[in-house]
């Protein structure tokens, strides 16, 4: 079946350090989403991209559409302690297809 | 702005009981779906709606599950006879468009523990 995969599976870094991370399928996609959870909330929507090749930023967040539409990065610049929770990428074939969510990536970040 | 809004936030109950989750999603979203999340199996999409009408119900796990929408302004997700393993946060989301590919707005979950 559908499945998208995220690295890394965590990351611990240092307050003020630059985040990459990103999100692959063996399979073309239509829409890449980024979400944020944090702990007892629901996933928040963080990015959209809808074109290959896009690049979309919000704050300190920068995510890119892969050209090949199999695979979505996410960065985050100067990252700060409220960074920290699981950041979900999400992928849909076509605009009527289901959302395929990958398994997370849990982010801390050390004061 | 209210967001999704979910109830209970928790629910704690024994195997064999009729469980209930309810929904309020964002005025004027056309689509709600329910996803439920757990440490083995992640986010799972259950079931979605677009115009209180069901599009796509594969991802129900068993009979023993069904969703409903009433209304607009109302789902709910039904677990009956419930067992332990349906154990886990079940959340609502609702999606300002038709297309799946909306931004979806989720609710804090309902963290269910069946004993």
């Known amino acids: 079946g559908q499945q998208l995969n995220q690295s890394p599976q965590s990351m611990f870094i240092q307050e003020g350090e630059d985040v990459s991370m990103n999100c692959t399928s063996s399979?073309?996609?239509?829409?890449w989403l980024w979400y944020k959870q944090e702990p007892g909330e629901g996933p928040v929507l963080l990015i959209a991209l809808y074109k290959a090749g896009e690049l979309t930023s919000n704050g300190r967040l920068t995510a890119q559409f892969g050209i090949t539409r199999k695979d979505s990065f996410l960065n985050i610049s100067a990252s700060i302690p409220s960074d920290v929770g699981i950041y979900f990428c999400?992928?849909?074939?076509?605009?009527?297809?289901?959302?395929?969510f990958g398994p997370g990536t849990s982010l801390s970040v050390i004061p | 702005d209210a967001g999704v809004i979910q109830s209970p936030r928790h629910e704690v109950t024994e195997m064999g009981q009729e469980v209930t989750l309810r929904c309020k999603p964002i005025?004027?979203?056309?689509?709600l779906f329910w996803y439920r999340q757990t440490m083995m199996r992640g986010l799972e999409l259950l079931i979605y709606?677009?115009?209180?009408?069901?599009?796509?119900d594969s991802g129900m796990p068993e009979d023993r599950f069904s969703a409903k929408m009433p209304n607009a302004s109302f789902s709910t997700l039904k677990i009956q006879p419930s067992e332990p393993r349906d154990s886990a946060v079940y959340f609502c989301?609702?999606?300002?468009?038709?297309?799946?590919?909306?931004?979806?707005?989720f609710g804090d979950g309902t963290r269910l523990s069946i004993l």
């Open positions: 709606f677009n115009n209180n009408v069901p599009i796509d």
């Open positions: 999400a992928g849909l074939k076509t605009s009527y297809d289901k959302v395929i």
């Open positions: 005025s004027g979203h056309n689509s």
């Open positions: 399979s073309i996609f239509n829409t």
């Open positions: 989301a609702s999606g300002g468009g038709f297309q799946a590919n909306q931004p979806q707005h």
